[in-house]
Structure formats: C-alpha cells, structure tokens
Nanobody, 120 residues
Framework: QVQLVESGGGLVQAGGSLRLSCGAS????????MGWFRQAPGKEREFVAS????????NYADSVKGRFTISRDSAQNTLYLQMTNLKPEDTAVYYC?????????????WGQGTQVTVSS
C-alpha cells in the first residue's frame, strides 16, 4: 500500500508559477511510475505528466509541454510538479498517482488532491 499526500496548491495570477509536491509513504523510485493528473469542474480527469521509476523518462500532455516540469527526489520519496506561465485553463484539482509497471493508473494509488486556481 502506498499513501500519497499532495501539497503546494493555491491561488495564483495568470503567468505565475507554483510547485506542487507529493510525498509518498514508501520508497517508490525503482518500482513505480508516478504522475500528475488534474480535474477541472465539470470535466473528466486528465493526464498532466508522468515519470518512470526505472529510468526517469518523462511524458507530458501537449497542453503543458514547455510550461510544466515533473521531477522526483527518490531519497525523499517526493514527486514534484513545477508549473510556470500558468493559465486560467490550468485551474483544477491536481492529483498525484503512482503505479507499478504493467498496471494502469486506475489500478494504482492516488492522493487526495490539491486545488490550483489561476486567476485572469
């Protein structure tokens, strides 16, 4: 069982930056892929970014490429999402997730979410 706790959300003006953090209850680097998802009001949850546990290869949604950076501190069991040049359409609840290789994200572990609000 892996427990994930997000932090770092808040209210920011368009063009600003935020860094989200996700603390994991166990060592995850070599076992799990980790990722960030978001869900805006009235919309489906969508993928934002992920990082593989084995080789740290990253993947991003087209909507955030060049603005968001996912990273992990394996020693601290912490996942980060650095968000820059934020836009009002980035407003959502952001969720941290972890999964084992070969499993889907839906079969993985999820945090409780942190709210990000970008004002225009």
């Amino acid at each position: 069982q892996v427990q994930l706790v997000e932090s770092g959300g808040g209210l920011v003006q368009a063009g600003g930056s935020l860094r989200l953090s996700c603390g994991a209850s166990t060592h995850t680097a070599s076992i799990y892929a980790m990722g960030w998802f978001r869900q805006a009001p009235g919309k489906e949850r969508e993928f934002v970014a992920s990082i593989r546990g084995s080789n740290a290869i990253t993947n991003y949604a087209d909507s955030v490429k060049g603005r968001f950076t996912i990273s992990r501190d394996s020693a601290q069991n912490t996942l980060y999402l650095q968000m820059t040049n934020l836009k009002p359409e980035d407003t959502a609840v952001y969720y941290c997730a972890a999964k084992r290789t070969g499993f889907t994200w839906n079969d993985g572990y999820w945090g409780q979410g942190t709210q990000v609000t970008v004002s225009s």
